[in-house]
């Protein structure tokens, strides 16, 4: 048996063990053997001694890590845990954040780039007019679009913006629900009144929409319009057919942005569609200003069980390909 005590100094205990201890719990799911106690600035660990080195290790890093102004988050905490170096995309210090903002939203808060490949997607917006941003759900591929279209607007680049979706069924049906069609199709397009929520006031916001500065609308409005001075947004576009998504595209004026974000493992066609998101990154993949960036599981930003669900459910669909394949 082997027991150390260490002392925490120069730091906030409340940075190391977390809020209600969340950083501190994933310590203890990771050394089960171990007894770990705080009190206070104190922190003691009992058990085998091998284990107990171990962990000192990881804490001493974690320790070094407040102090050097790096963030350390409960995932951070899991990386460190699981024998790996933290993502450094994840750890912004002080002195690099204001490089990562990419506007202040409603009431000053800053919204920033988390994960390497959403600062791609900033760099890549700014050098094409057309990016694909194609990811796994969480992974702030539509907040981070929203936040680039409303930093060109108030930066007088665009005169206005546009955010459209495709009004397809999720397994529910359109015409049951109340109200007109605007109360109909709101429900597809609240994701993106939430990110517009976050970087206005209620009242700005509100006066954008009235004058259409700002304009949310389903797919099929865009039908015969020229989309110009205008940054504008498509979503979900893995729920478009061939047909619609050619329409869209051939929408743009000379001055628009335009960036088209989709998740391939979340079609919601009918069995007999094939998403026109693939064969529109197949044929257009060599054209001078469009871009195409893959997010991933790691650059999931939500609740810290979101990654290991969608690696979960990617490991299924492999093994089932797999199967298949074999009784081939």
């Known amino acids: 048996m082997s027991e150390i005590i260490l002392t925490i100094e120069e730091i906030n205990p409340v940075d190391l063990y977390g809020e209600k ?63 790996g170096e933290p993502d450094q995309h994840r750890l912004p210090t002080k002195s690099s954040d204001n490089k990562n903002v990419i506007l202040y939203g409603r009431n000053g808060r800053p919204i920033r780039a988390k994960t390497i490949n959403q600062k791609k997607l900033i760099t890549r917006s700014e050098t094409n007019d057309i990016v694909f941003a194609i990811g796994p759900a969480g992974t702030g ?3 981070t679009a929203v936040a680039l279209a409303v930093r060109a607007l108030k930066n007088k680049l665009v005169r206005k913006i546009i955010l459209t979706r495709p009004a397809v069924e999720a397994g529910e049906s359109l015409g049951f629900l109340p109200g007109d069609l605007k109360d109909k199709v709101d429900p597809y397009l609240r994701p993106l009144y939430d990110a517009l929520d976050d970087m206005f006031p209620h009242e700005k916001l509100k006066h954008f929409m009235e004058t259409r500065v700002i304009e949310v609308a389903p797919l099929a409005f865009m039908r015969g319009r020229t989309l110009d001075n205008a940054f504008i947004i498509l979503d979900e576009a893995q729920n478009c057919t061939n ?3 050619k329409m869209f595209l051939t929408r743009l004026g000379p001055s628009a942005k335009c960036i088209i974000t989709g998740d391939l493992s979340q079609i919601d066609l009918p069995r007999n569609q094939r998403s026109g998101l693939y064969k529109a990154l197949d044929i257009l993949s060599d054209v001078n200003g469009i871009s195409k960036l893959f997010l991933t599981a790691e650059d999931v930003v939500r609740h810290r069980l979101v990654k290991e669900i969608i690696k979960r459910y990617e490991k299924n669909t492999e093994d089932r390909k797999k199967a298949k394949s074999e009784e081939e």
């Open 21 to 83: 201890n969340s950083k501190l719990n994933v310590l203890k799911q990771a050394f089960p053997n171990l007894k770990i106690t705080s009190r206070g600035t104190q922190l003691k660990i009992s058990g085998d001694k091998k284990d107990t080195q171990d962990l000192k290790a990881k804490i001493e890093k974690m320790i070094k890590m407040i102090k050097t102004n790096q963030e350390l988050t409960v995932q951070t905490v899991e990386d460190i845990v699981n024998g």
């Open 141 to 143: 591929k539509t907040y």
């Open 243 to 245: 047909a619609q998504i």
